[in-house]
């Protein structure tokens, strides 16, 4: 599994949505820009303290790492109040517990005026803005949004180490069907397991406090909060057709065959969509393989005349 490729960088202060739009939304490219929490109050106001006082006493939904679940959305596994998680990961001590999904803007409205839908996700769904916490070396498993929208994930708090791949490696990184999670781990791979791994690429990069990142619809990605901290997450529309009908389809006709098919035959189901997922990487893996052969024109006196890739 190959993770240098070079993500594009630009400081926040430099792009203007006309560029967003005709290189990074179109193309669907990610992108990292530099600083851009800083444009908004957010930026220079939001840490641990101050998000203490205004949210405070709010009981908010804990997410376990150490409890697995089958889909992806599923209810907190406790509750506790904000003040009290912010002081577990703001010690800077391992934790599993995080917060995922947390509509912090419906919860507290007032909150969007320090940190207000950006331009460049203007539209449908540019209102749903999310916060994500998490502590020092929580992960966030290998998956891709189900409803398959653009994100602009904005680090406000703490460095976040993030592994992204494209889409088309679908079915090379063993994505289990019916949903947006894959079977492996893209931190430690293993290729002996999951042999088709080795023809994938992708991008392994640290978010810093202040950068954005840009995900077009339906790229993989994995977390790990290297510290304490926040992300803020905003959501536009998938551009192309493709997109919008996989966003539609993942979450309804399939999340909901999937839920269906699991509540019948449990484990069963799961061993299926595991083999599923296998069978599906073999046969990418043979396409690959066979590509990647020489092709020999030999001429009637058994001389090699041409060896070339194909």
Same mark, same amino acid.
């Given at each position: +599994?190959?993770? $240098?490729?070079?993500? !594009?960088? @630009?400081?926040?202060? &430099?792009? /203007?949505?006309?560029?967003?739009?005709?290189?990074?939304?179109?193309?669907?490219?990610?992108?990292?820009?530099?600083?851009?929490?800083?444009?908004?109050?957010?930026?220079?106001?939001?840490?641990?303290?101050?998000?203490?006082?205004?949210?405070?006493?709010?009981?908010?939904?804990?997410?376990?790492?150490?409890?697995?679940?089958?889909?992806?959305?599923?209810?907190?596994?406790?509750? +506790?109040?904000? $003040?009290?998680?912010? !002081?577990? @990961?703001?010690?800077? &001590?391992? /934790?599993?517990?995080?917060?995922?999904?947390?509509?912090?803007?419906?919860?507290?409205?007032?909150?969007?005026?320090?940190?207000?839908?950006?331009?460049?996700?203007?539209?449908?769904?540019?209102?749903?803005?999310?916060?994500?916490?998490?502590?020092?070396?929580?992960?966030?498993?290998?998956?891709?949004?189900?409803?398959?929208?653009?994100?602009?994930?904005?680090?406000?708090?703490?460095?976040?180490?993030?592994?992204?791949?494209?889409?088309?490696?679908?079915?090379?990184?063993?994505?289990?069907?019916?949903?947006?999670?894959?079977?492996?781990?893209?931190?430690?791979?293993?290729?002996?397991?999951?042999?088709?791994?080795?023809?994938?690429?992708?991008?392994?990069?640290?978010?810093?406090?202040?950068?954005?990142?840009?995900?077009?619809?339906?790229?993989?990605?994995?977390?790990?909060?290297?510290?304490?901290?926040?992300?803020?997450?905003?959501?536009?529309?998938?551009?192309?057709?493709?997109?919008?009908?996989?966003?539609?389809?993942?979450?309804?006709?399939?999340?909901?065959?999937?839920?269906?098919?699991?509540?019948?035959?449990?484990?069963?189901?799961?061993?299926?969509?595991?083999?599923?997922?296998?069978?599906?990487?073999?046969?990418?893996?043979?396409?690959?393989?066979?590509?990647?052969?020489?092709?020999?024109?030999?001429?009637?006196?058994?001389?090699?005349?041409?060896?070339?890739?194909?």
């Amino acid at each position: +599994m190959d993770l $240098s490729l070079h993500i !594009d960088t @630009i400081n926040a202060d &430099e792009l /203007t949505t006309e560029l967003f739009r005709r290189n990074y939304l179109k193309k669907s490219k990610p992108l990292i820009i530099k600083g851009f929490s800083n444009i908004f109050p957010a930026g220079k106001k939001w840490d641990f303290d101050y998000l203490k006082k205004r949210l405070g006493t709010f009981q908010v939904g804990i997410f376990d790492n150490r409890v697995k679940t089958s889909t992806a959305y599923v209810k907190p596994d406790s509750y +506790m109040p904000f $003040s009290e998680y912010l !002081d577990i @990961i703001g010690s800077n &001590e391992e /934790t599993p517990l995080r917060i995922f999904l947390f509509n912090i803007f419906k919860e507290f409205p007032e909150l969007r005026k320090e940190f207000p839908t950006p331009v460049i996700m203007k539209g449908i769904l540019g209102k749903m803005g999310f916060a994500f916490f998490g502590g020092k070396n929580t992960t966030v498993r290998f998956h891709y949004d189900i409803d398959a929208s653009n994100v602009l994930m904005t680090q406000i708090l703490g460095r976040k180490r993030v592994i992204l791949v494209s889409p088309e490696y679908n079915r090379l990184i063993y994505k289990l069907p019916f949903s947006s999670f894959s079977l492996i781990d893209p931190e430690q791979p293993d290729l002996k397991k999951f042999p088709a791994l080795r023809y994938v690429k992708g991008y392994d990069f640290i978010l810093y406090p202040g950068d954005a990142l840009f995900m077009p619809s339906r790229y993989w990605h994995f977390n790990t909060y290297l510290e304490g901290g926040m992300a803020v997450s905003y959501r536009s529309m998938a551009h192309h057709t493709d997109d919008l009908y996989n966003g539609l389809m993942n979450t309804t006709v399939r999340l909901v065959f999937d839920k269906l098919m699991f509540s019948l035959f449990k484990e069963k189901w799961t061993e299926y969509k595991v083999q599923v997922a296998f069978d599906r990487a073999d046969e990418e893996l043979r396409k690959a393989t066979y590509s990647m052969r020489e092709y020999r024109v030999i001429k009637p006196d058994k001389k090699i005349i041409k060896v070339e890739q194909y």
